[in-house]
């Protein structure tokens, strides 16, 4: 706490909203987003591989790391923008994405971070017709994935799993949120 109000800058979150491509995408075209790394958190099994992720035997989710300034864009609206980036309904599926990769988690660091979490959590419950199944679990190791995961979309915007699949979101997220775009 910074006085009576919460500190704003730099914050940091963990958050799995299905295909990591996607999520990753969707921040990378916001202000105040410096960094967004696509990893593995969540699970037992140490260093993952993208393929022990995708057997479903090593309990990690696909998620991303998300730093971000909180005096250029809230982290309210960060949280919204998951929420409304991917299904939050769906237990361990994103459209064709089936597995428990693919579950929508949010880890958190701190009480302080749960608690806004929880928040997210209610705010976004009103938006959709069918229960919120997004775990909150605390925030254990996190292993980054592989280099060709970083950045997907942008090395492979014609790929068409991005075409079909993520550049729907991108157009929905900057729909809604287009005051904090860049430029």
Same mark, same amino acid.
């Given at each position: &706490?910074?006085?009576?109000?919460?500190? %704003?800058? &730099?914050?940091?979150? *963990?958050?799995?909203?299905?295909?990591?491509?996607?999520?990753?995408?969707? $921040? %990378?075209?916001?202000?105040?987003?410096?960094? @967004?790394?696509?990893? $593995?958190?969540?699970?037992?099994?140490? #260093? +993952?591989?993208?393929?022990?992720?995708?057997?479903? &035997?090593?309990?990690?989710?696909?998620? *991303?790391?998300?730093?971000?300034?909180?005096?250029?864009? +809230?982290?309210?609206? *960060?949280?919204?923008?998951?929420?409304?980036?991917? #299904? +939050?309904?769906?237990?361990?599926?994103?459209?064709?994405? %089936?597995?428990?990769?693919? %579950?929508?988690?949010?880890?958190?660091?701190?009480?302080?971070?749960?608690?806004?979490?929880?928040?997210?959590?209610? =705010?976004? @419950?009103?938006?959709?017709?069918?229960?919120? *199944?997004?775990?909150?679990?605390?925030?254990?190791?996190?292993?980054?994935?592989?280099?060709?995961?970083? #950045?997907?979309?942008?090395?492979?915007? $014609?790929?068409?799993?991005?075409?079909?699949?993520? #550049?729907?979101?991108?157009?929905?997220? =900057?729909? =809604?949120?287009? &005051?904090?775009?860049?430029?």
């Amino acid at each position: &706490m910074c006085g009576y109000f919460p500190c %704003r800058g &730099m914050q940091t979150f *963990v958050l799995g909203g299905g295909c990591f491509w996607c999520i990753d995408a969707v $921040y %990378r075209q916001f202000e105040g987003i410096k960094t @967004s790394v696509c990893g $593995y958190t969540g699970g037992l099994t140490l #260093n +993952p591989t993208y393929q022990q992720v995708c057997s479903g &035997m090593t309990g990690h989710v696909e998620v *991303v790391k998300v730093e971000f300034d909180e005096t250029v864009i +809230p982290a309210e609206v *960060v949280l919204d923008i998951f929420f409304s980036s991917h #299904n +939050p309904t769906s237990w361990d599926q994103q459209g064709a994405d %089936r597995g428990s990769q693919y %579950r929508s988690a949010l880890y958190y660091s701190s009480p302080e971070q749960k608690q806004v979490f929880q928040q997210a959590l209610e =705010r976004a @419950s009103a938006w959709w017709d069918q229960p919120i *199944v997004t775990v909150l679990e605390p925030l254990g190791d996190f292993y980054e994935a592989e280099d060709y995961h970083q #950045n997907y979309y942008a090395r492979n915007p $014609y790929q068409g799993y991005c075409a079909a699949v993520i #550049n729907p979101k991108l157009a929905a997220a =900057r729909k =809604r949120y287009g &005051m904090f775009l860049k430029n």
